[in-house]
């Protein structure tokens, strides 16, 4: 198993569409947990951190599930300028050298 | 407000040729980051350095090295360069390597012919 898996997708949902999807992880001792989002051709920008309660800015929720090792992300009312790829980023360790970036799921808003 | 800024944004070399990448941040942040992505996969991390004068190993390090020149720049340089590293490298900082999220550069696009 991965040590980080995402469904790749791509997502291609209407605009104003509700879309959420997950990340798995394997190491039950992670600390950290970030959503990201890369635009094609550009860098990783930090979307949201995923806090233990579950946080919410905007339009975007993020929640942890500890019990079964996955982050989720949650778009409400999505947007077409949504359409990215989203990163999540799994620290297990509180050590620089053992974050993982999943490789992405690929989402494509049509109006 | 420059955040973190990567030079060359692109360069081709031939294989066997040597160059050094260049990140410098003006955020005060004393971890810095060395990533490349290639197509379909996620970010790898090459090297990392968590504090001035500090610097370690990633996933992937073989064919680079890095130097932390002070607090605001950290350079990857590829001695001699192999297709095998045609990809992109991002440059990322963090106000330390404790679960604090990155702050990207735009990348710089490398091709290996």
């Known amino acids: 198993r991965k040590e980080v898996e995402q469904d790749p997708g791509p997502f291609n949902v209407p605009e104003g569409a509700t879309v959420a999807f997950n990340c798995t992880y394997s190491?039950?001792?992670?600390?950290?947990f970030f959503w990201y989002r890369q635009d094609c051709r550009k860098e990783p920008k930090l979307l949201m951190s995923?806090?233990?309660s579950g946080n919410e800015d905007g339009r975007f929720t993020a929640q942890l599930n500890r019990a079964s090792q996955y982050i989720s992300l949650l778009i409400r009312d999505s947007k077409l300028s949504d359409s990215a790829t989203y990163l999540c980023?799994?620290?297990?360790?509180?050590?620089?050298?053992?974050?993982?970036f999943g490789s992405g799921t690929r989402l494509s808003i049509r109006p | 407000n420059a955040g973190v800024t990567q030079t060359p944004k692109f360069q081709v070399l031939k294989t066997g040729q040597s160059m050094t990448l260049q990140c410098a941040q003006d955020?005060?942040?004393?971890?810095m980051y060395w990533y490349r992505q290639d197509p379909g996969m996620g970010l790898r991390l090459i090297y990392y350095?968590?504090?001035?004068?500090?610097?370690d190993k990633g996933e992937v390090p073989n064919g680079y090295n890095v130097s932390r020149l002070n607090k605001r720049e950290f350079s990857l340089r590829l001695e001699s360069a192999a297709p095998s590293q045609t990809s992109v490298y991002f440059c990322?900082?963090?106000?330390?390597?404790?679960?604090?999220?990155?702050?990207f550069g735009d990348g710089t696009r490398l091709s290996i012919l």
């Open positions: 350095s968590a504090s001035e004068g500090t610097t």
């Open positions: 980023v799994v620290n297990p360790f509180s050590s620089a050298s053992k974050i993982i």
């Open positions: 990322a900082s963090s106000p330390d390597s404790l679960n604090q999220p990155q702050h």
């Open positions: 190491n039950s001792a992670s600390q950290s």
């Open positions: 995923v806090y233990s």
């Open positions: 955020m005060n942040h004393n971890s």
